[in-house]
């Protein structure tokens, strides 16, 4: 099933989107909901982020081939890092690149929204926890988070999250196809095969650090092949199953 977060007229809701129609929900997405009666064209929505998250966790050099092009051991544990909810952009939404950084890196990433309240989450129970999965790109400022030594300037600009375009309840995570590329060249391609650690593993270590919410955003990680933006630069993020996210570059103050 998808689900889908969109704006029609001068309502934001959720819908469950087949073929090209979008159905209304009535309720919660998160909580107890039922499919309303009516139906809309897809065309004739605004698809918005398909969550609002109270906050978004990032894994870093989740990836054997993006650690060594970084320069870094292979983790023994998983590495966690947080992005602020007011990064998150939807589809088609600009990505602004701030004045304060000289390289801003794109960064494909396999993104897994929560759908119930969770702390020490074991691996095995992860299946209950999770809503769907949805795409995103993972922006950084390169430079800023060298000069800082820390992840909480360069990763938490505005707009530096975009998501979607929809929520994707089931995925084959052993094996799926993610790619960016950029003005329509690739510049990155890989396999969820080759993540280090896996979304369970991944979600059991961030629910031992604290309590995962409705609508949370777990990034999994970005393969090597992260490289620098550029006003007007179009960054397409796919995953097989969960569709095409993009956005445009524009200069920031």
Partial sequence: MKFLRYRFENLIGYGVLEDDVVQPLIGDLFGSYTRGQGQIRASDVTVLAPCVPSKILSFTQNYADRAREAGMA???FPLLS????SS??????TIVLPQQSTRVDHGAELAVVIGRRGRWISVEDVPQYVLGYTCANNIIARDLVELDGSWIRGAGFDTFCPLGPTIQTHLALADTLVQCRVNGQTRQMTSTHDLL?????LIAFASSVMTLEPGDVILTGTPAGAAPLAAGDVAEVEIDGLGLLRNTMVEGR
């Fill in 197 to 201: 650690f896996g979304v369970p593993q």
């Fill in 74 to 76: 292979t983790p023994p």
């Fill in 88 to 93: 998150v952009i939807g589809p088609h939404d």
């Fill in 82 to 85: 947080l992005k602020p909810p």
